[in-house]
Structure formats: structure tokens, C-alpha cells
């Protein structure tokens, strides 16, 4: 911390210290910057809420958004049994993640197995 002489209130030699502001956590800095960065695209919209859209579903951790093309949501599932159920999702998942978005950027879902 600096120091300097203070001539404030009356006593000459007394010694004031610049107290500075309590370190904050650095989750809230990149958390801000994550925000600021976060590019204004339907798939970053998408990605941007899909684990809370698929958090309870069976897919949660078997399928990722990869585009969206003209209304068409493209997911990329890790087996064939994923992609058939969320194929049978879809219209749910498709629903949710407008809801989740605040607009319709989505009118389809496409899945497939990569």
C-alpha cells in the first residue's frame, strides 16, 4: 500500500494509507467477460442455454448443438441410440429452447450421430 505525509486535520506528520478495494473473485471477472464476448449468433444462443434445456434428459450428455441453419437446429449425438431419442424429442427440445432463447431461432431439429 502507498504512503504519503497528510497535512488533513490538523496533524502534519501523521501517515495516510490508500486503502484500496477487497480483491474480488475472478469467476465474476471472467463470467463478465464471457458475456461480453459471446458472439450474437442463433448457434450461441443455442449453446448458450442447451445444458439447462437438456439437463434432465437422457441426452444431456450425448448430443451438442452444432448449427443452426435456416430455423434448422443441427445436433450432433454420439450413438444412434441418442439420436433416435432425441429425434423423438425433438419437437419438446425444439419448444424449450425457444423458451430459453426468448424468441423462436428454432423451427426444426436435425439430429445425427458423429
Avoid: F, K
Avoid at 473473485?25 to 464471457?34: E, Q
Avoid at 442455454?49 to 454420439?78: F, M, Q, Y
Amino acid at each position: 500500500m502507498s504512503e504519503h505525509r497528510s497535512t488533513r486535520r490538523g496533524n502534519p506528520g501523521a501517515v495516510r494509507v490508500a486503502h484500496r478495494r477487497s480483491p474480488q473473485p475472478l469467476a465474476v471477472a471472467v463470467d463478465s467477460l464471457a458475456g461480453a464476448l459471446i458472439p450474437a449468433t442463433p448457434l450461441a444462443l443455442v449453446q448458450q442455454v442447451w445444458p439447462s434445456v437438456v439437463a434432465a434428459l437422457p441426452i444431456a450428455h450425448e448430443a451438442s448443438p452444432t448449427s443452426v441453419r435456416d430455423g434448422v437446429l443441427n445436433v450432433t449425438c454420439s450413438s444412434s441410440v441418442y439420436t433416435e431419442e432425441l429425434a423423438l424429442l425433438a419437437t419438446d427440445v425444439v419448444s424449450a429452447v425457444n423458451g430459453a432463447v426468448g424468441e423462436p431461432i428454432v423451427r426444426s431439429l436435425r439430429a445425427r450421430t458423429g
